[in-house]
């Protein structure tokens, strides 16, 4: 395996892109230096890179490809939809069988609005919530890492560069699944917190009676609450994990499965909410998602598809099912090599992570970087252990051997040291938060 073309390709690429990709997650910084670096193609589970090289793929697309590249239904209906063209001056009739097949899904939901990426349905989330409550605060889950590249959520992170003073003091911090960290917030602060931004559920499980207790919390103390199903959706249940756990949030926003890697993004909730968006009223000003390529009729099409072959196939099923099978498997495997305290498997069986502890038992990016690199070496790319419905058993089952001879290299760089065994730096986190 060699990576000529890729670090040649990728060192063009920083010389023309910042960070060079388009996703710090992306970027050679995220990477053991032994790896692809630039990407060809992808075909159902696996990917090819620029030098020939191919692997099973793992958490493909920043997650936001969930069943699999190139999923025929889905380029076909993109396809059909490029014979009728791609923007018009007044809306696509696409925009409603979109909109009436979401909220046919996500009943909890009464209006939708469609934007292209996670962050920006988050920000307008926080700005209908502002407008609604005529507060400026916003509470965040602590322990959820991502919400939005807006100044409102990054002001939290050490990549603040850029971000006015006036931004940061606004977006206060409760850690999850404790109900009296929220309280205290809503008690330090009457009547300023506008809303509540969570993922219903992340490594761990909503406690019993938590998701409720944060709904009561909101309605208690007049905020909006928005549960965050960029992740969760189109995962835990094909009803968002809203329907799973049975709480129905303001408003909630998804993202990345939901058109199966094509640029769709979701704002969706309660009528009288969105519908400050709406210019009905004389008091409705809120300008609300409102973009040139908001309704791009192909990323709609992709949606739909995407959403009927949930619809129709046993998907969710699937990830769970595969994701057990490798969970199960990587466990003993792990076990087997005495290595339980240090490769934690984490996370619900659709959304299975790694985790790398060094010899004191801590997380070490060192340690990280070696097991992304020797299952590179045996052909698996595994940011995360996160399944699509292209993985096949024989995905699976070639995963498990890649893991197994994984650790055994990453048992002896626990005794030997690592720097022995890393090629080149260890990779480093996007950011710290502060
Ligand atoms: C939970 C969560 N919310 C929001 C986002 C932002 O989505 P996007 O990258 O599409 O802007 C992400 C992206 O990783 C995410 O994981």
Known sequence: MDFVRSRELSARLKSVVPGGS??????????????????????????????????????????????????????????????????FTRPAAIELECAETFLGIIDGAEMVKFTKDGSTADTAAL??????????????????????????????TTMDGGIPEFERG???????????????LFTKHPGQIAAVFLEPARIDEPLPGYLEGVQALCREHGAVSVFDEMITGFRWH??????????????????????????????????????LGSRERPNDNVFLLSTTHGAETPALAAAIATMQVYKSEPVIEH???Q?????????????????????????????????ARGPDKKPSQAFRTLFLQELIRRGVLAPSFVMSYSHTDEDVDRTID??????????????????????GAPSRTVFDRK
């Open 323 to 355: 994701g057990e099978r490798l969970r199960q498997a990587v466990v003993q495997v792990v076990a087997r090599h005495g290595l339980s305290e240090h490769v934690p498997i984490m996370g619900r069986a659709c959304n299975l992570l790694h985790g």
């Open 22 to 87: 388009h996703t710090y997650a992306k970027g050679d910084d995220q990477y053991p230096e032994f790896g692809p670096r630039v990407i060809a193609r992808g075909s159902g589970s696996h990917v090819w890179d620029v030098d020939g090289n191919q692997f099973i793929e793992y958490g493909m697309g920043n997650r936001a490809v969930t069943l699999g590249h190139v999923y025929p239904s889905v380029v076909e209906a993109v396809q059909k939809s490029l014979a009728l063209g791609t923007n």
């Open 170 to 184: 606004a977006t206060l911090r409760f850690s999850y699944n404790d109900l009296d960290s929220l309280r205290a």
């Open 238 to 275: 094909i009803g968002g994990a809203q329907k799973l756990y049975g709480v129905t949030p303001d408003l909630s926003t998804f993202g990345k499965a939901v058109a199966n890697g094509f640029s769709v993004s979701v704002l969706c909730g309660r009528r009288d909410i969105m519908r």
């Open 402 to 423: 890649a893991v197994d001879g994984a650790l055994s290299v990453y048992a002896r760089a626990l005794n030997d040291g690592v720097d022995g065994y890393l090629v």
């Open 127 to 156: 700005k209908l919530a502002r407008a609604y409550t005529g507060r400026d605060m916003v509470a965040i889950a602590a322990e959820h890492p991502f919400f939005s590249y807006d100044d409102w959520f990054i002001c939290t």
């Open 319 to 321: 990830l769970h099912r």
